[in-house]
């Protein structure tokens, strides 16, 4: 399986500030996703981050408050810009393995905004 | 993306067989049946997936109705640790980088009483 982990687990940010959370993957994988979990709700994909190129975003989420970077096959990371309160969620990385046709999640980054 | 809809929560206890439901009237010939499950404090992890025949893993077994409206996660012998929020997501699986998404619903909320 795909080991994932991010950086950092947990943070308490003010209003206003930008955290960047960092994705590394144990392989090289072509397809990296962000998603986010708002307290007591499901997972709501934010964007699919691809490598070389501009991330796709959902609807809803723009890149000027969450740019993505894709260097490598291996690793991603996910700006939280401009925080306020409502921006208070999990964040999870995710990416999709062909190997075992399934998808893996990190453990997520609990991000808590004051 | 096609919908799932799943009861918000059940019960079971342990050792015992649970049976997970999850409608999905508007399949399309090419969406799989995807179930992760969510443990507390977890990212997602995947359970299950199949297409048209039932499915066994070391984990579930996943039984997919003749017209494919719905389908049923089997936990044969459920345990504490089983405690989770199961999701059952159709992936579109015609091909394409963006397919292999996962769109999350509210899930089954399974709770295992000792």
């Known amino acids: 399986s795909a080991v994932i982990s991010q950086k950092p687990s947990r943070d308490i940010c003010q209003r206003g500030t930008s955290l960047t959370i960092q994705c590394q993957v144990d392989s090289q994988v072509t397809m990296m996703f962000w998603y986010r979990q708002q307290p007591g709700q499901s997972l709501t994909l934010i964007a699919t981050?691809?490598?070389?190129?501009?991330?796709?975003?959902e609807s809803g989420f723009v890149i000027d408050k969450f740019p993505i970077s894709r260097p490598n096959l291996t690793f991603s990371t996910l700006t939280v810009s401009n925080m306020s309160p409502e921006d208070s969620s999990i964040y999870l990385c995710?990416?999709?393995?062909?190997?075992?046709?399934?998808?893996?999640f990190g453990p997520g980054t609990r991000l808590t905004v004051l | 993306d096609a919908k799932t809809t799943q009861p918000n929560s059940m019960e079971s206890n342990e050792e015992e067989p649970v049976h997970l439901p999850c409608n999905h009237s508007t399949i399309s010939g090419t969406d799989y049946i995807h179930w992760y499950r969510q443990l507390p404090s977890q990212g997602p992890e995947y359970v299950i997936h199949g297409l048209t025949s039932n499915v066994n893993n070391r984990m579930a077994s996943l039984a997919i109705a003749e017209d494919r409206k719905s389908s049923t996660l089997i936990l044969h012998r459920a345990t504490l640790r089983d405690a989770a929020v199961y999701y059952c997501?159709?992936?579109?699986?015609?091909?394409?980088?963006?397919?292999?998404?996962?769109?999350f619903g509210k899930g089954t909320l399974l709770t295992v009483n000792p």
């Open positions: 981050a691809n490598q070389g190129s501009e991330a796709t975003y």
């Open positions: 997501i159709l992936r579109d699986g015609s091909g394409g980088g963006s397919n292999y998404k996962l769109t």
């Open positions: 995710s990416v999709f393995s062909r190997n075992y046709n399934e998808q893996f």
